[in-house]
């Protein structure tokens, strides 16, 4: 927190974060009970985690 010395951006990066991998950021506060912070990201299917595999591979037997 900022009265702990904190510059109070950390939400804002984690939110530019989500959004740019698709996510969505969900903040809920109640003054005097805290603040609930929900981040969600699409599941992957196993189809999907593969052909991301073989592309990172590929990358990788290009670059060296």
């Known amino acids: 927190s900022q009265m702990t ?3 109070g951006i950390g ?3 984690v939110a530019e974060l989500v959004r740019a991998h698709g ?3 969900e903040i809920a506060s109640e003054p005097d009970h805290g603040t609930q912070v929900t981040v969600a990201f699409a599941a992957v299917g196993e ?3 593969r052909r991301l595999a073989l592309l990172r591979s ?3 037997s290009v670059s060296g």
């Open 58 to 60: 590929a990358a990788h």
């Open 47 to 49: 189809a999907e985690i």
């Open 11 to 13: 939400l804002t990066i």
């Open 5 to 7: 010395g904190g510059s």
């Open 23 to 25: 996510g969505e950021l």
